[in-house]
């Protein structure tokens, strides 16, 4: 029909579930300043969430570049704004970031988790799971480390 439009769709937009990968001291410095980096800065990673989706990080090293191990999930938030941003952080390095409303949580040792964890496929040789430093996992993987995290969350 001539002058007929149909009706615009809202845009639906299923909230998703990433866990970034980095050192607790690092993690620290992102909650301090409210923002997320994902692979070193990377920005591929960075574009991949969608405002309201969800990040849990999880710290294999307490510091980059050392062999002290962490292994804990070290915090969790929720992208709060629509596009990924880069910063000049020092010369010659100038990351991409995207700002994260972080919740108060406790530390949750990964050990009490791998069996639950439906990303993690070989629960032998889990830390490879981890590997590429940012992944998307299911609401059921974000749910069960959440619970872990907000132990006095009636969530």
Not at 54 to 70: N, R
Request: hydrophobic share 40%.
């Amino acid at each position: 029909m001539v002058g007929v439009r149909s009706p615009q769709r809202a845009k639906v937009t299923k909230v998703r579930y990433w866990i970034g990968v980095a050192s607790r001291e690092h993690v620290r410095l992102g909650v301090h300043g409210g923002f997320g980096q994902f692979s070193h800065g990377k920005l591929a990673p960075a574009r991949r969430p969608s405002q309201g989706d969800w990040v849990v990080y999880y710290s294999p090293k307490l510091k980059f570049g050392e062999s002290e191990p962490c292994q804990k999930f070290v915090a969790m938030g929720q992208v709060i704004d629509s596009a990924a941003f880069q910063v000049k952080q020092f010369p010659g390095f100038k990351p991409w970031r995207r700002k994260i409303r972080y919740e108060r949580v406790v530390e949750a040792d990964i050990q009490a988790l791998i069996e639950r964890l439906s990303f993690i496929k070989n629960k032998t040789k889990w830390g490879a799971a981890f590997r590429f430093g940012f992944l998307q996992i299911t609401k059921s993987d974000f749910t069960a480390i959440a619970k872990r995290m907000r132990p006095h969350s009636p969530r």
